[in-house]
Every structure is written in C-alpha cells, then in structure tokens.
C-alpha cells in the first residue's frame, strides 16, 4: 500500500527567512513524487515533481526538492519565502504504472512579517 | 489553455437531501478524478474514470455516491442521501492517459457544508 506522511501540521516561518517541509513516503515500486500547493478557495497547483534521474529538482515559484531513496523522504525547500508562499502544501506519491495518488494530511505555512 | 471547470463552487444542503457537483476536465485528458478533501486532510481518491470507463472506484461510498461520465468528457458526482460527515471539498481532476508523467490538473472544488 502507498502512503504519504507529512509530520508537521502547521510552520510558521518568517518572510525571508528559509523553509523547509518534510515528507516520507511508502512505496513498493519505484515511486513519482510530486508537491502541490493549495491557497485558500483554490485548487492544487503543481510546484515540483520527481520521476527519476537527479535527485534534486527545481520546481516554480523558486522552490526545490530532494528526494532520498534511503530514507524514503522528498523535503520541500525554498531559500526565502515570501508572504504569497502562506498556503497549504501536499506531497503525494503515484508510479510509472499506477495513476493513484495518495497525498499527505498537508503542511499550513504562516509567514509573518 | 482552459483548466478544469467545476461547479457549483459553494453548496449548502440539508442532511439527507441529494447534491450534484459537475467536472468539465481540460479538452483531451482522457482521464478524471474525483477527490474527497475533507478539512485538514489531504484529498482521497473516490473514483477514477478513463474515457466513460471506471478505473477505480475501491474507496466509493456506493450505497449513497455516483458517479458517471457518460460521453467521456464531462462528469458528475451525486451524493444521495447527504450524510454530515460528507462536509468536504470535492476535487475534480484530469491529465492525459498514457503518459509516464501523471500530473494531474485539479479544478478549484466544490465546497458542500451538509447542515
């Protein structure tokens, strides 16, 4: 069975300063793995996503992923947020044959001024 | 490029009335979602549709949820009877089959409050 875990509910970070988000994953195959973003009344926006090759990937609005097969995690980073980066974040995980998704509870990101 | 459409955007109903929610997906995207985001969760997958075919339908509730998509574009989701668990954001998605890359595009949602 695939799954997402996302351990913090909620971060509050400072407009400039870095960010991270944590997400570990259960796969049983080689896994797809994305980042969606949710701001309030809207749908999910793509940011990033992992299929193979480099483990670090470059996603839009300067954020940036790795993923790290030996501990079965994809972290979200971003060097400076910014106060439109207050939102909710989803990671999900998928596969080459499989079109399921199965996303994480989300991470809420605060940024204060 | 238009994204997915979705309607109504906001829907409040009593407990045990029925509801409709409708998905037009991106023109070509043979493939659609319907999720269930209930809040501070993520989105559950409860049917997938390829063309007018069920893929997956496993976390359904079928004895008070349909779905069909009979001309393989556009789609609809029922719930009949309305429960108060079913409170939730419903999300419709779409992306093409047969790619290796299966991002999905989402629509905004329709948010149902079941009083």
């Known amino acids: 069975a695939q799954s997402v875990t996302q351990p913090d509910i909620h971060i509050t970070v400072s407009e400039g300063a870095s960010l991270e988000l944590r997400c570990n994953y259960s796969y049983g195959a080689t896994p797809y793995l994305f980042w969606y973003v949710q701001s309030p009344g809207q749908g999910l926006q793509l940011l990033l996503k992992?299929?193979?090759?480099?483990?670090l990937v470059q996603g839009i609005k300067g954020f940036e992923a790795e993923f790290k097969r030996s501990q079965s995690s994809f972290n979200l980073r971003k060097p400076s947020v910014h106060w439109s980066d207050a939102a909710e974040y989803f990671c999900a995980v998928g596969g080459e044959n499989d079109y399921k998704l199965s996303f994480g509870a989300g991470t809420t990101v605060t940024v204060r001024a | 490029e238009a994204g997915v459409a979705q309607s109504p955007r906001y829907k409040i109903i009593e407990k045990r009335q029925s509801v409709a929610f409708w998905c037009n997906p991106i023109?070509?995207?043979?493939?659609l979602y319907w999720y269930q985001q209930i809040l501070g969760q993520g989105p559950k997958l409860l049917i997938q549709?390829?063309?007018?075919?069920?893929?997956?339908d496993s976390q359904l509730p079928k004895d008070r949820f349909s779905a069909e998509r009979l001309k393989g574009v556009d789609s609809t989701l029922k719930i009949q009877p309305a429960k108060l668990e079913d409170s939730a954001v419903y999300l419709c998605?779409?992306?093409?089959?047969?790619?290796?890359?299966?991002?999905?595009?989402f629509g905004p949602g329709t948010r149902l409050t079941v009083l």
């Open positions: 023109s070509g995207h043979a493939t």
């Open positions: 998605a779409s992306t093409t089959w047969g790619s290796k890359y299966n991002e999905q595009f």
């Open positions: 549709f390829q063309n007018n075919g069920v893929v997956d």
């Open positions: 992992y299929f193979s090759g480099d483990t």
